[in-house]
């Protein structure tokens, strides 16, 4: 009797662009730990990628403006758009991070190398070119954002009855979530958010789904995307305790109401505070999350070197991610109007880092 046995699964196939003149040799091998090859001077880069490459690597000098605008050109394109694609900076500098991720990147890497890191990267970002389909990408998506919904439907039901809300709860969902948006698209996030979830369950997975793609458009090591994923993910926790004919009301607030409103970043600290076992920079950003630069937040009035960069940034994502909601008194605001509104809130937004927002801002749209 013969018996038969599956095939193995191929090996990941990478493109390997490059301009350097060493045409990338140790990059090449690292990388041929985990997969095939092929190596090319940018100025090859396909129009159309074979369809067994599972991603490209772009190794450029980001201040040549021929090689960037060569690369902009290629990437730019339908082709490349569900293709994983990480580009190696000379160096960790801000500005480089953020030049990539304008030119299309999913993930980037810094000279000088370390091998083992660069492996599990590109293990996470690239998977076996057999499994690298639209349907696994739905099926990450739809577990990631079940993933969140668990963990706000528990921030809301038990909370309120004096039941815990689990730190391991949280790490649980976050893997699930980071991989949502790393291997489907920050738009594919919102769209169906905004499909099956209304009020403010939606815009607590709108708000993670911005500070996640936010955290990786920046380049932020995985621990930082973890600890942003699970402060934005727990940033609204003291809603649970507004009575929901408040939230849910179908027209603007009353003076009252809105106060009633503002008292929720002290009850979700205090709440979680007071339970203990979660980290302080996400009760930083659960009291503090409605601050602002000039002193004129909630609900300590913090100013500017009093409020920490995870805090500034998750209010930029809260603010943006309720303007661009559909409420019931008004329609959402274009991503244009948003960024408007927000820039004349000058002295008040770190406005650096609301410009480095703009990209994750108008590539959802």
Known sequence: MTTLTKPPSPKRRLLLASDRGDH????ADILRSVGEVDTIPTSEIPLAPDGHISGIVVDINLRSAESVQRVRSKLSTDAYREMPRLFVLADALH????????LGATDTISRPFD?????RRIRAAFPDSEGYDATDSGKTLNRGVAAAHEVIARMFERLPAGGPLRFDDVVAAENKILKAIKHSSLRQWLTMVGCHHTGTYRHCLFVTGFSVAFAQHLGMREDDQRRLTRAALLHDVGKAF???????????LSDEEMEEVREHPRRGYDALAEQGGFPPEMLDVILHHHELLDGTGYPNGLHSNQISDIVR???IVDIYAALVEKRVYRLPYTHARAFSIMEGMAGKLDQQLLQAFRPVALGCY
């Open 115 to 119: 091998a083992e890191a660069i492996l």
């Open 95 to 102: 500005h480089a991070s953020m030049q990539a991720w304008a």
């Open 242 to 252: 507004i009575p929901v004919g408040i939230l849910d009301k179908p027209a603007k």
């Open 313 to 315: 940034l998750t209010t």
């Open 24 to 27: 990338s040799i140790e990059l």
